[in-house]
């Protein structure tokens, strides 16, 4: 469950001194919510703030309960962008089912594994889903792209794609945070895999897990993973890699996020 006001102000030391550039501890506790700001701006936190910190800093990178209003306008945009779509032409590109409700024309597109609807105007998530609002903007930038184009064959990494230097240090990060758990956590990645219906990947000898994913059916994520070997000095290392034609259907931002999500579904406790 996300955390609220609340549960960060419970844990600030309450002195309202002004240190952190608010008048109290909740202003600032509110300002961290909903702003985004770190934590980490107090000064004087106990070591009880480090319980939260994890939970909290994957919320605010979400976008969980943030002012609504940097999402609310990216989706009015997306909407306002899609309107003229034909649906019933783009889906097939897209690997998505055009149906309609009555007149309203919607796309039924699969998203790490639950069935998505998409309408003009909102998106319909499946009972099981998290409650990501980003996940609205991936899917109608996704729906938005067009894309229509067949896998390449060739695999390639984020820094392959021209400007990307800012979202391939992105992505390393999160190769390392898939390498870090997975070394110690191998049959839990195996497990995770299989609930997401991982597919194996092209041959990799020297790999311990080399699987495709799908979390758009026309975006396919290659996982490559190698356990560390303390004995040679080598660390655990994870690699991502895509369709060379993936900027077809997502820009780098949406492939990042994309990415990031995978990462959560396989380092799931
Ligand atoms: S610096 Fe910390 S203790 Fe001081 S007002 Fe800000 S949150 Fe409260």
Known sequence: MALSVLDVFKILPGRNCRDCGYATCLAFATAVIKDGIPIETCPHLSGEADSIAPGLKKQQKAGIGRRRLK?????????????????????????ATYKTVGEKPYLELSYFGS???????????????????????????????????????K???????QNS???????RELQQRLASWADTHFDGLLKNAEKLAGRPGPPDTRADFSMLFYPLERVP??????????????????????????????DMEATVYLVERLVDKLTAA
């Open 71 to 95: 999402i609310d306008m990216a989706v009015e945009a997306l909407i306002e962008k899609i309107a003229p779509l034909n649906f019933s032409s783009i889906a097939p590109g897209l690997g």
């Open 115 to 153: 069935l998505y609807r998409i309408f003009k105007n909102r998106i319909d998530y499946p009972p099981d889903a998290d409650d990501n609002p980003w996940d609205t903007v991936l899917l109608y930038n996704f729906v938005y792209s067009r894309g229509n184009s067949d896998p390449t064959g």
């Open 155 to 161: 695999w390639i990494a984020m820094q392959d794609l």
């Open 221 to 250: 994520v290659w996982v490559i993973f190698y356990k560390s070997d303390p004995a040679e000095g080598f660390p655990a290392d994870a690699q991502f890699l895509f369709d060379s034609r993936i900027i077809s259907y997502l």
């Open 165 to 171: 230097v800012s979202k391939a240090a992105d992505i």
